[in-house]
């Protein structure tokens, strides 16, 4: 039986979600024997190689100039402050409480399109918005005791990396579409290298890796750009205002790995915001699909009209 593009959409990223969350499960594990820097350089110098690859493969690596576009650059610095303050809480605290704060990036993205964009958001959405960053002041509770469950300097840096994660999507909405993705992919690899050499330098410095850790890195490598394309494949395969939800199941993905892996339970408070996030971020969701939709029905009767106008 033939899938619709809708359901295809949902399993892609639902995919997508379980990857990265397997990749991270393996990095937290991996940057106990490396230090943060050397796991982002290694783990950076083999996507740029099989993304250099894929692009060779696609006939756009001659194009590779269209990437020093200054978005794309601006995405690049989004996604670098994203991913090294989202390694740096997922090192010191569980992968469930990190992916529980993460949920509220669609919040983040759409406050900043209203801030920065000049978005129109109705009560309603906003209403949304308020009570997702309630639940996420109940999963971080602010004068916690410290212990990688309550506020502390960790949880802190998450919320920073909840804002470059936020930067990260708004920016990528202003790139030309012209410019090939594999290509954008490749510069923000590139530039998250570049952090990582760093990083490496100012910590321990290089340590010899074991054959252990060189192939959990080159594991959580391709799984970093399997994660990446399938949500490229999402994107194009139906309905964003379809798939988008399923972006939550990554959550259940690291409730379980968090489980599995680190014998690691999310405490009351984390599951009770999580749901609060989730909840909110969904019916977010569904008020942007109905504006849409509202907005489209119009367009069509203007459109009608005009054409049966003398």
Not at 29 to 50: A, D, E, K, P, V
Not at 147 to 154: I, P, Q
Request: a positive charge; glycine letters at 10%.
């Amino acid at each position: 039986m033939a899938l619709s593009a809708n359901i295809r959409s949902s399993l892609y990223m639902m995919l997508g979600m379980g990857v990265f969350a397997i990749g991270d499960a393996l990095t937290k594990y991996s940057t106990q024997t490396l230090n943060l820097g050397q796991f982002m350089f290694m783990r950076g110098l083999l996507c740029i190689l099989l993304l250099a690859f894929i692009a060779a493969r696609q006939g756009v690596l001659s194009r590779w100039r269209d990437a020093l576009d200054k978005v794309t650059i601006l995405r690049g610095f989004g996604e670098v402050g994203a991913t090294t303050f989202y390694l740096v809480g997922l090192t010191h605290l569980s992968l469930a409480f990190v992916s529980s704060v993460y949920q509220a990036v669609p919040l983040a993205v759409t406050l900043g399109a209203v801030l920065f964009l000049g978005e129109k958001v109705g009560w309603r959405r906003w209403l949304s918005i308020g009570i997702g960053f309630i639940g996420v002041l109940i999963i971080i509770r602010p004068g916690g005791d410290g212990d990688g469950t309550g506020m502390n300097a960790y949880a802190l840096l998450l919320l920073v990396g909840v804002c470059f994660t936020a930067m990260r999507d708004l920016s990528t909405r202003r790139i030309n579409m012209q410019i090939p993705t594999i290509l954008i992919s490749a510069m923000t690899s590139i530039m998250i290298t570049i952090t990582g050499f760093i990083i490496m330098q100012t910590d321990t410095g290089w340590v010899q890796p074991t054959t252990t850790d060189i192939i959990h890195v080159s594991i959580a490598a391709v799984l970093l750009i399997i994660g990446y394309h399938c949500i490229i494949l999402a994107t194009r395969a139906g309905d964003m205002s379809f798939a988008s939800p399923f972006r939550y199941t990554s959550l259940l993905w690291a409730i379980a790995l968090s489980y599995i892996v680190f014998n690691q339970i999310p405490d009351q408070n984390t599951l009770i915001g999580s749901a609060i996030v989730v909840a909110s971020g969904c019916y977010m969701l569904y008020r942007e699909a109905i504006t849409g939709y509202r907005m489209r029905r119009q367009l069509r009767r203007q459109n009608a009209g005009s054409s049966i106008s003398p």
